[in-house]
């Protein structure tokens, strides 16, 4: 079946570096692509999604393109901050009938001053 | 405009007591869907519903569990005689569509003794 698999937490960077978070899927059909954020104490938020392959999603200054040759959506950032801080879900959303989301482990992002 | 709001925000059971967990969607959503999320690990789809209808419900680890949205707006989640393993948190999400954007309440957390 349809799976989401992204890299392992928690990735510790300080204030201003690059942020990567790699995320590869595997599909059936042409799923849309999710990053989800969860910042400590509140629930899931969409960060941005792609719907097709080659797009990017964008928001606060992340970015995520649509990769069908490599069947990944990393997640990226220029210059992070410490309220960045906050555990990102990569999902996909399998196009069915009921266009379920699919999630990865989650992966826990700690920057510091 | 309110969230999606759900209730208890905690919920301490004794094992083989039965729970039931509340969701409040966004006034207008017609997609309701239900995961569940273990300790460390990304939500996992239970249960979907259109208005009143539950179209899938393939994610139900148990016929212990059973969902309702007798009228298309307020659904709730049973859990029957609860076991240590249903400890989790609980998350609602609703939308306008199923292809639509999936917007997360808070979520339920269960721990079940």
């Known amino acids: 079946g349809d799976s989401v698999t992204q890299m392992e937490g928690p990735v510790t960077l300080s204030e201003e570096a690059f942020l990567t978070i790699n995320c590869t899927y595997t599909a059936t059909g042409y799923p849309s692509l999710f990053w989800y954020v969860q910042y400590p104490g509140e629930g899931l938020q969409l960060l941005l999604k792609?719907?097709?392959?080659?797009d990017k999603g964008s928001n606060k200054g992340f970015e995520a393109t649509y990769r069908k040759e490599t069947t990944s959506f990393h997640l990226e950032k220029g210059s992070v901050q410490v309220s960045d801080s906050a555990v990102y879900f990569c999902?996909?959303?399998?196009?069915?009938?009921?266009?379920?989301?699919?999630f990865g482990t989650g992966t826990l992002l700690a920057v510091q001053p | 405009g309110a969230g999606v709001s759900q209730s208890p925000r905690y919920k301490v059971a004794k094992r083989g007591q039965d729970v039931a967990l509340r969701c409040d969607p966004i006034s207008g959503h017609v997609s309701l869907f239900w995961y569940q999320q273990a300790l460390g690990q990304g939500p996992e789809f239970l249960t979907y519903f259109q208005n009143e209808a539950q179209l899938d419900k393939s994610g139900l680890p148990s016929d212990r569990f059973f969902a309702e949205r007798p009228e298309g707006s307020v659904s709730t989640l049973k859990i029957q005689r609860t076991q240590q393993e249903d400890s989790a948190v609980y998350l609602c999400a609703s939308s306008l569509g199923s292809v639509e954007t999936q917007y997360f309440g808070p979520g339920t957390r269960l721990l079940v003794l």
């Open positions: 999902a996909l959303s399998d196009g069915g009938a009921t266009n379920k989301l699919i």
């Open positions: 792609a719907t097709k392959a080659d």
